[in-house]
């Protein structure tokens, strides 16, 4: 059974580090093919896929946020992370992580999602 | 970056009915096109993948339609279980984006 988790600081000042962690279970992103994306979602907006990584270490970015962001996992592979830079407002936003195996990427498996409210 | 235009952003209608939700892409996306449904605090559901395939456990009077540029979700006989907001999202190229997103209402 996949479960993930997302996990985060909750609230944060603007212009700071956002850290956040994907903890999941029922996969491993050791296995080939194994690709972990976040995405994030304004309160009352739609989706924008962020980043991911894939089993094999390589990363990919959403070039309107790329020189923020940085994913990366854990060595025992079931941990994911993201680190936002300089943070403001605009990145108050409920953030998931969503795994797949293999493309096509969709996502049929999604985090409950962790909020994060930027603010001084 | 793809352009995913959803239409309407809302939709009221009557339990039985049959609704449609429209997606366009600013350019082919073959299909790799998915639909989903987020209830009030909760994460997305996948309901419809390949643009027409339906998620295991997704009831049928949930299809999907379309080709090139131009997708669509029907919901047949709408339960008042339906009402949520409905995405879709274009996995053709990265970065992978959605559309706006369309509200489903009970007239």
């Known amino acids: 059974q996949v479960t993930l988790k997302e996990s985060g600081p909750g609230m944060l000042q603007p212009s700071k580090t956002l850290s956040l962690t994907c903890s999941f279970s029922?996969?491993?992103?050791?296995?080939?093919?194994?690709?972990v994306s976040w995405i994030r979602q304004p309160s009352g907006k739609s989706l924008e896929w962020l980043a991911a990584?894939?089993?094999?270490?390589?990363?990919y970015y959403n070039p309107s946020l790329k020189s923020r962001l940085t994913v990366s996992k854990d060595t025992s592979n079931t941990q994911v992370f993201l680190k936002i830079t300089s943070v403001d407002i605009a990145d108050t936003a409920t953030y998931y992580c969503?795994?797949?195996?293999?493309?096509?990427?969709?996502?049929?498996?999604w985090g409950q999602g962790v909020m994060v409210t930027v603010s001084s | 970056d793809i352009r995913m235009t959803q239409s309407p952003a809302s939709l009221s209608a009557s339990l039985g009915e049959t609704v449609n939700i429209e997606c366009l892409a600013s350019?082919?996306?073959?299909?790799?096109l998915a639909w989903y449904q987020q209830k009030p605090g909760k994460s997305p559901q996948l309901l419809i993948y390949n643009a027409n395939s339906l998620q295991n456990g997704v009831p049928s009077r949930f299809s999907g339609s379309g080709s090139g540029t131009q997708y669509s979700l029907k919901i047949n006989s709408l339960q008042s279980e339906d009402v949520a907001t409905y995405f879709c999202?274009?996995?053709?190229?990265?970065?992978?984006?959605f559309g706006s997103g369309t509200k489903l209402e009970i007239k």
């Open positions: 999202q274009q996995y053709n190229n990265y970065p992978f984006t």
């Open positions: 350019e082919d996306i073959y299909s790799d």
């Open positions: 990584i894939d089993w094999d270490g390589d990363k």
């Open positions: 969503a795994p797949r195996y293999y493309g096509p990427y969709y996502f049929d498996y």
């Open positions: 029922g996969f491993s992103l050791s296995t080939s093919g194994m690709v």
